[in-house]
């Protein structure tokens, strides 16, 4: 059973789209992250939340961290193929200083 | 270079053998974790080593794993006698971590198949 589990799976949209990824939980996490990884590397840290209802921007970027901080979303603007990847959230357990992650969003951005 | 650097990038052995992998961290990084990736899915934690402390084990699978971390920098992961469902891209990552997870940095991961 996954800690952390994401919605969708599997997204593919045209070039332009707006897109909402889920990351949710039963558990409780002091801090959230988001990590994009792409074929043959490792994923690599977009942003994190640490405030509960907490909305950070990166770009065409907005992630949010519930209020209750068992959840969090990621939503895309104006989707480019660049954005073309894996999308991973990670969760730390209050106590706890490892990193767990989410089942994981395969993005893919059709020009 | 001076990532997260792991070895080697990819490993096939035959069922019942026992494999290594290697990881060296960023240097002054006192975090290191390692993870297992199956079929391009999400991250598996495996291990959690922080300074001196004693690691976090709760994520390895069976006792056929077993990591470890020699003078706060290199870490091994070994499994021994290895079965297929072990195939997976086993991926390292260190962290500065100053009392939080903060950013994980990772390597670009050994990709192990059992025959």
């Known amino acids: 059973t996954q800690l952390l589990e994401q919605s969708p799976q599997f997204l593919s949209i045209q070039e332009g789209e707006n897109l909402t990824v889920y990351c949710n939980s039963s558990s409780v996490f002091s801090s959230l992250q988001w990590y994009r990884q792409e074929p043959g590397e490792g994923p690599v840290l977009l942003v994190t939340?640490?405030?509960?209802?907490e909305v950070k921007k990166l770009k065409r970027l907005t992630f949010q961290f519930g209020d209750a901080r068992k959840d969090s979303s990621l939503h895309i603007t104006a989707a480019q193929p660049g954005d073309t990847g894996l999308y991973l959230c990670a969760g730390e357990r209050y106590g706890a200083n490892n990193l767990f992650f989410g089942t994981g969003t395969r993005l893919t951005v059709i020009p | 270079g001076a990532g997260v650097s792991q070895s080697p990038s990819n490993k096939v052995t035959e069922k019942g053998k026992d494999v290594e992998l290697r990881c060296d961290p960023i240097s002054g990084h006192t975090a290191l974790y390692w993870y297992r990736q199956s079929l391009g899915q999400g991250l598996e934690f495996l291990i959690y080593?922080?300074?001196?402390?004693?690691?976090?084990k709760s994520g390895l699978p069976s006792d056929r794993f077993s990591a470890e971390r020699t003078g706060g920098s290199v870490s091994t992961l070994t499994i021994q006698r290895t079965q297929q469902e072990d195939s997976a891209v086993y991926l390292c990552a260190s962290s500065l971590n100053s009392g939080a997870a903060g950013e994980l940095f990772f390597g670009e991961g050994s990709r192990l198949t059992v025959l």
């Open positions: 080593f922080q300074g001196n402390s004693a690691p976090d």
């Open positions: 939340v640490v405030t509960g209802g």
